[in-house]
């Protein structure tokens, strides 16, 4: 059972990590339509792992900072919701408004779920997905997956071809490795970050999916030394 509860939390205006400040781009005001974000993580060994493509999880810390920035300026018909590759898990969290008072659920599920085994499986957590963009279908809903997609799905080609039809829009955050051309086909948004890539990359991803629908926004990222 996906968690919803929440209290009032104080917004993070940077995100300071390895001595340095990360500011994001301008969130802009409320989207005029009702939106939901749904953000699948990857636990798996190859991501967390040591020598894996996230082995310090600050893809987590990133994402916080990404959604802190949105709750700012958030509103009630604006939803979040956190699934994970181990789904379902303790670290789910049902969508809820993107709000100051939201951020404590939300920050709840950004986080390696205390029940989780490390899946490299898709399939669970985008079956789950599904069902909660069809439950809201008045809603503009956007996927994104932070994963490597070194998927160990039993038929990874099914599972990528039902990514496609995901019913709304899908962003893949390729984390470390690289994805062969046509894997991630249709009409994904496909973002790799890689070992070169420069911190606060993470959150710039979520961050330009968060406000797609949201006017005046602008998504850029700067980084200063502290």
Same mark, same amino acid.
């Given at each position: 059972?996906? +968690?919803?509860?929440?209290?009032? +939390?104080?917004?993070?205006?940077?995100?300071d990590?390895?001595?340095? @400040?990360y500011?994001?781009? =301008?969130? *802009?005001?409320?989207?005029?339509?009702?939106?939901?974000?749904?953000?699948?993580? &990857?636990?798996?060994?190859? !991501? @967390? +792992?040591?020598g894996?493509?996230?082995?310090?999880?600050?893809?987590?810390?990133?994402?916080?900072?990404?959604?802190?920035?949105?709750?700012?300026? +958030?509103?009630?018909?604006?939803?979040?919701?956190?699934?994970?590759?181990?789904s379902?898990?303790?670290?789910?969290?049902?969508?809820?408004?993107?709000t100051?008072?939201?951020?404590?659920?939300?920050?709840? *599920?950004?986080?390696?779920?205390?029940?989780? !085994?490390?899946?490299?499986?898709?399939?669970?957590?985008?079956? %789950?997905?599904? %069902?909660?963009?069809?439950?809201?279908?008045?809603?503009?809903?956007?996927?994104? !997956?932070?994963? &490597?997609?070194?998927?160990?799905?039993? &038929?990874?080609? %099914?599972?990528l071809?039902?990514? !496609?039809?995901?019913?709304?829009?899908?962003?893949?955050?390729?984390?470390?490795?690289?994805?062969?051309? *046509?894997?991630?086909?249709? =009409?994904?948004?496909?973002?790799?970050i890689?070992? =070169?890539?420069?911190? *606060?990359?993470?959150?710039?991803?979520?961050?330009?999916?968060?406000?797609?629908?949201?006017?005046?926004?602008?998504? @850029? @990222?700067?980084?200063?030394?502290?």
């Amino acid at each position: 059972m996906l +968690g919803m509860t929440g209290c009032a +939390g104080e917004p993070d205006p940077a995100l300071d990590t390895d001595q340095r @400040t990360y500011q994001l781009g =301008d969130p *802009g005001e409320p989207s005029p339509i009702p939106t939901l974000l749904i953000a699948v993580f &990857d636990d798996s060994g190859s !991501v @967390t +792992g040591r020598g894996g493509n996230d082995p310090l999880s600050k893809r987590y810390a990133e994402a916080e900072h990404a959604f802190r920035g949105i709750s700012n300026r +958030g509103s009630k018909r604006e939803l979040g919701a956190i699934l994970h590759f181990d789904s379902p898990s303790r670290g789910d969290v049902a969508p809820i408004p993107l709000t100051r008072r939201g951020m404590a659920a939300l920050g709840r *599920g950004l986080r390696f779920p205390s029940d989780a !085994v490390g899946s490299s499986s898709l399939e669970p957590s985008l079956q %789950q997905a599904t %069902q909660l963009a069809e439950g809201y279908p008045q809603h503009a809903t956007t996927l994104v !997956v932070l994963s &490597d997609f070194l998927l160990l799905d039993a &038929d990874p080609s %099914q599972v990528l071809s039902d990514l !496609v039809t995901f019913p709304g829009d899908v962003h893949a955050v390729v984390l470390g490795s690289q994805v062969p051309d *046509g894997v991630l086909a249709g =009409d994904i948004t496909v973002t790799e970050i890689s070992y =070169d890539s420069h911190p *606060g990359a993470v959150a710039k991803a979520l961050f330009n999916s968060l406000v797609a629908h949201r006017p005046g926004s602008s998504a @850029t @990222t700067s980084i200063e030394d502290s």
